[in-house]
């Protein structure tokens, strides 16, 4: 029985100049070793592994493609102004971000300006007390303002971080019972988990469960001088927990281009961060549906701010300049999808263990890696020993009715069935 899938796997280093130029190949048609070794494309030999799978779309998700947020209201150039902050990034956003304390009415009229502006509202609610966080009368007259105006939005309730140190039984009691609330008062809310990222050690004791979310979210603020690696080392604990679950947002993402460590700027850097993780998320991530920048200085005196670095993306020309090129991308969508959720569809999922090429072949550490059933029957020979890890023929794993496209200009090898 011949299992359809679809999986593709991209070189996550840079190969050399002189490859080959054929766009596609077979698996028959790949180069003896002595081709690939003159091209240099033994070089690249960490692979990045996809296949695709049936999953149930979210409420709002989108099938594919990452909806594009901001936070703009405490940057002091645009100063909440959504229109002359898209004109400076050349580029419509899906929906708009506001804080919330527990206990606070809805902003109605921020609310409807959004309506006007055909751009989704997005709340981060949080306690109104740190100390006493776990009001269920303000919670219950929270949800029911949400629903008084039957909008659609997304609600990121409760972020977990050190700076909210949750009792664990009370917190996940009260996000449950926030759920609850929100689907009988505001149905028209999707409902966010979040945690930042330096709090990840925390994520499986503090996840309410499956059926009390319909998105994860994770906050990631980056130091520019930190390198593409450390973002997606940060990233993919959460990533690969929550991918064949939920849809992922970036909750809260903010790249600094100057620190008050060091009194120094690092535009070029930041710039240089932007567009790697940008293109990551587009390329590794396609689970990742939904990004919120957060443009924000918090270093800045005159709103009296203790902070250490500036996110913002309007106080400097060459920052504006490098926001708007990464997300001129179709993959960054400027709508958000009302479905309701509850459809199935085929969706891309990533796979943490690399793929390796080396002497003509890719390998995999086990056939469980590229979603094959059944024992394998390989030859001790074919065994290929990388690191300290064992390596088994990609070939072998897809089996001899397998289908397997090549690109060496895209760096990229597709892999449609399995036998």
Known sequence: ??????????????????????????????????????????????????????????????????????????DRVVAGNIELFEQMVGREHSFYTYFLKLGQRLPTE???????????????????????????????????????????????????????????????????AARGYFERYAPNVAFVWVIDSDSLHLMDMMYPGDEYVDWVGINLFVDSQATIDDVRLRLDSFYFNF????????????????????????????????????????????????INYMSINSIDPRRNRGGTYNFSLTDNEHITRAYAEVIDNPHFLTRVNFNPGGNEISQRLSHPNPIRYYRGDFFVRSHMDIGGTGNLNISPSAVVNMDDIRYYPLSTAVGGSGAIRVNFDLQMVEIVSFR
């Open 1 to 74: 029985m011949i299992k359809q899938l679809a999986i593709l796997l991209i070189a996550s280093t840079i190969i050399l100049s002189g490859c080959l130029r054929e766009p596609s190949v077979s698996p028959d048609a790949i180069p003896a070793e002595d081709t690939i070794l003159r091209s240099g494309i033994y070089r690249a030999e960490r692979f990045s592994l996809f296949r695709e799978e049936r999953l149930t779309l979210a409420r709002f998700e989108p099938p594919t493609g990452t909806y594009l947020g901001a936070y703009i209201r405490s």
């Open 110 to 176: 921020w609310v409807l300006e959004c309506i006007a502006l055909v751009r989704t509202p997005n709340i981060i609610l949080e306690p109104n007390n740190i100390a006493q966080p776990f009001n269920r009368h303000l919670l219950r007259y929270t949800a029911r303002s949400f629903g008084d105006i039957s909008v659609p939005m997304f609600v990121h309730f409760y972020p977990v971080s050190h700076g909210a140190a949750y009792d664990t039984d009370a917190y996940l009691a009260f996000f449950r």
């Open 243 to 290: 991918q064949e679950r939920k849809p992922i947002f970036i909750s809260q993402l903010g790249i600094s281009h100057f620190s008050a460590h060091d009194h120094t700027h690092r535009v070029r850097e930041s710039a240089e961060m932007m567009a790697d993780i940008f293109e990551a998320i587009e390329r590794y991530y396609p689970r990742i549906k939904a």
